[in-house]
C-alpha cells in the first residue's frame, strides 16, 4: 500500500499528470451538469453528431497546420451544434436524418483528410489518438490547461445563473414558452455548452468516448436520487469522483485514459442501478 | 370586464389552417369550456391563445392587465415528464419563473406562494417526494399548483381530466370548480366531457365544421346541445 502511495506521489511531481488531473476532474464536473438535461430532453444523440463534427474540425485544422486547433474546432462545433437544433426541432425524422449525415460525414471527411495530407508518420496512431484520446491529456501544454479552466468556469457559472431557467425549459418547454420564457434561446444556450464541453472533453475521453462522460453519471443518479437538484449535484460528484479514479488507475496501470474513465463510470453505473433496485424494493 | 376577446381569428400550424373565423369573449370570473371532436383544434386555439402558435389572421385582445404570459397553463402531459426526476416542491416554483425575469433564483415571496399553492391544491405534504411516483390524479394537483404560481387571473386547461379515474376525475373539477368561484380566476378548460361542461361552465365554445359560442344556456337551446340532450346523456346535477 504504501509502494502505492509513493508511486502517486512520484507521478504528482510531473506536471504534466497535474494538468491532466486539473483538467480531468474539471471536464468531468462541466460534462456531468447538463448530463441531465440532454437525457431528459432527449437530446444525447447531439451529443454524439458533435463530437463527430468535432473530430472531422480536428482533422481540418491538423492539415491547415494550426498551431491552436481550438480555434477551428470550437467555432465549428458550436455552429453545427446551432444548426442541429433548428434542424431537429420540427420535423422529428428529418432532425435524426441530418444528425446522422452530419456526424458521419464529418467523420468520413476528417479521416479522409488526415490521410491524404498526413505529416505524421504514425497515422493510425493520430486517429486513435483523436477518437479513443489515448495520450493527448497527458501532454497538454500550458495554455491549454489556462484555456481549459476559463472555458469550465464560465460553463459551470452559466448552468448555475440558469440553473432554474434550465429546468423549467427541460421539464415542461410549452409551458415555459407560454408564461414568457424564450425556450428557443436556452435551447440555444444548451446546445453551445454541450458544444464547448464536448470540445474541451476530447482532450480527456476522445471524440468517439464523450457521450460515455456526458451519460453515465447522470443515468447512475437518477435510479437513486429523485429530485433535480440531487440528480444533478450527484452525477456532479459522481463524474469527478469516476474521472479521478480512473485517472490515477490510468497512471498506475498504464492503461489509456480516455476509456479507464468510461469503464469506471460504467461500473458506477451498474452499482447505482442496484442500489436503485434495492431501494424500490426496499420501500 | 372582458379580458381575453378573439376577432376573426384563424388558427393553425405549419401554414395550414385548422379553425377560421372564430369569434368569442369572455370577461373576468367566467368559465368557459371548450368542446368538440378529436383534431377539431382545439388545442391549437388553446396554444395560440398562448401565444406558442402565431395566429394565422385575425386578433387575439387581453385586457384589464392580462398578458399573454400571466397566464396559467395545465398542458397535456408529455412523455419527458413521465420519466423525469424532480421533487414536487421544484415543479411548483418552476411555475414562478416567469416573475423572475433575468433574476436567476427565486426570492422568498415566490417560495411563499408556491407553498401557499401547494396547500390550496392540498400537496404540500408530497412536497419532497419524487413527481413520477404519485398518481396520475397528484400530478395533475402539482401541475395545477404550478399553474397557479403563474397567474392570478385565468387559467387554461387542455384536458385537465384524461386519463384519470371516476372519482379523481369529479374532485379535480371540483378543484377547478371552486378556484373559478373562490378565487375569481378565469377558467378556459377543453374538455371531452359535455357532462361536466355542462355542469360546470358558464360558457360553451363548440367547434368543429359549425362553431358556437355562447352562454351555457343558450348552448342547451342550440341545435349542438339538443342533439346532445336528445341522447338522453344530460345530467342537471
Redesign the interface.
Known amino acids: 500500500m504504501d509502494n502505492l502511495f509513493e508511486k502517486i506521489i512520484f507521478y504528482f511531481q510531473f506536471p504534466f499528470v497535474q494538468y491532466a488531473f486539473i483538467v480531468g476532474i474539471l471536464i468531468a464536473l462541466c460534462s456531468s451538469l447538463l448530463g441531465v438535461t440532454l437525457v431528459l430532453k432527449r437530446f444525447s444523440f447531439i451529443g454524439d453528431g458533435l463530437s463527430h463534427v468535432a473530430f472531422g474540425a480536428l482533422a481540418v485544422s491538423g492539415v491547415l497546420r494550426l498551431t491552436n486547433d481550438m480555434l477551428v474546432v470550437l467555432p465549428v462545433t458550436i455552429l453545427s451544434a446551432v444548426l442541429l437544433l433548428s434542424t431537429g426541432k420540427n420535423a422529428k425524422i428529418k432532425g435524426d436524418a441530418a444528425i446522422a449525415m452530419i456526424s458521419v460525414g464529418a467523420l468520413a471527411i476528417g479521416y479522409l483528410l488526415m490521410n491524404i495530407f498526413s505529416t505524421s508518420s504514425n497515422l493510425s496512431g493520430d486517429v486513435c489518438s483523436t477518437l479513443f484520446g489515448s495520450t493527448s491529456i497527458l501532454s497538454l501544454s500550458k495554455a491549454e490547461v489556462w484555456l481549459c479552466i476559463i472555458l469550465s468556469i464560465v460553463v459551470l457559472l452559466v448552468y448555475i445563473l440558469f440553473y432554474n431557467k434550465i429546468f423549467s425549459v427541460t421539464f415542461d418547454e410549452n409551458f415555459a414558452r407560454a408564461t414568457g420564457i424564450k425556450a428557443g434561446a436556452y435551447n440555444l444556450l444548451i446546445a453551445v455548452i454541450i458544444a464547448v464541453i464536448i470540445v474541451l472533453a476530447m482532450n480527456l475521453v476522445g471524440s468517439l468516448l464523450i457521450s460515455a462522460l456526458v451519460i453515465f453519471p447522470a443515468l447512475s443518479s437518477m435510479r437513486v436520487f429523485k429530485s433535480f437538484r440531487s440528480v444533478t449535484v450527484c452525477s456532479a460528484c459522481l463524474s469527478v469522483t469516476c474521472a479521478s479514479l480512473g485517472i490515477l488507475v490510468s497512471i498506475l496501470a498504464g492503461t489509456p485514459v480516455g476509456s479507464t474513465i468510461v469503464a469506471v463510470d460504467i461500473f458506477a453505473f451498474i452499482v447505482f442501478y442496484f442500489i436503485g433496485l434495492i431501494k424500490k424494493v426496499g420501500i | 370586464m372582458v379580458q381575453l376577446a378573439c376577432k376573426n381569428l384563424s388558427v393553425g400550424y405549419?401554414g395550414k389552417e385548422i379553425l377560421h373565423n372564430i369569434n368569442f369573449s369572455i370577461n373576468q370570473g367566467d368559465y368557459l369550456c371548450i368542446v368538440g371532436e378529436n383534431g377539431s383544434g382545439k388545442s391549437t386555439l388553446m396554444?395560440t391563445i398562448?401565444?406558442?402558435h402565431s395566429p394565422m389572421s385575425g386578433k387575439i385582445i387581453t385586457e384589464n392587465g392580462l398578458?399573454?404570459?400571466k397566464?396559467g397553463?395545465l398542458?397535456q402531459q408529455?412523455v419527458?415528464?413521465r420519466?423525469?426526476?424532480?421533487?414536487v416542491?421544484?415543479?411548483v416554483i418552476?411555475?414562478c419563473?416567469?416573475r423572475?425575469g433575468f433574476r436567476?433564483?427565486?426570492n422568498r415571496a415566490e417560495k411563499q406562494l408556491a407553498i401557499s399553492n401547494m396547500k390550496k391544491m392540498g400537496i404540500e405534504n408530497l412536497a419532497?417526494?419524487?413527481y413520477r411516483?404519485l398518481s396520475g390524479g397528484q400530478q395533475q394537483r402539482v401541475l395545477l399548483a404550478?399553474?397557479l404560481c403563474?397567474t392570478q387571473k385565468m387559467l387554461l386547461l387542455d384536458e385537465p381530466v384524461a386519463g384519470l379515474d371516476p372519482k379523481v376525475t369529479e374532485e379535480m373539477y371540483e378543484i377547478i370548480s371552486s378556484l373559478s368561484k373562490n378565487d375569481g380566476i378565469t377558467i378556459i378548460m377543453i374538455t371531452h366531457d359535455v357532462r361536466a361542461a355542462l355542469k360546470y361552465a358558464t360558457h360553451i365554445l363548440h367547434i368543429g365544421d359549425d362553431v358556437f359560442f355562447g352562454t351555457k344556456n343558450q348552448y342547451l337551446c342550440h341545435k349542438f346541445g339538443k342533439e346532445y340532450q336528445s341522447k338522453g346523456m344530460i345530467d342537471n346535477g
Open positions: 405549419e396554444k398562448l401565444g406558442l398578458a399573454s404570459t397566464i397553463y398542458p408529455t419527458v415528464q420519466d423525469f426526476p424532480a421533487s416542491k421544484e415543479i418552476s411555475g419563473q416567469s423572475c436567476p433564483f427565486y419532497s417526494r419524487c411516483e404550478r399553474a403563474a
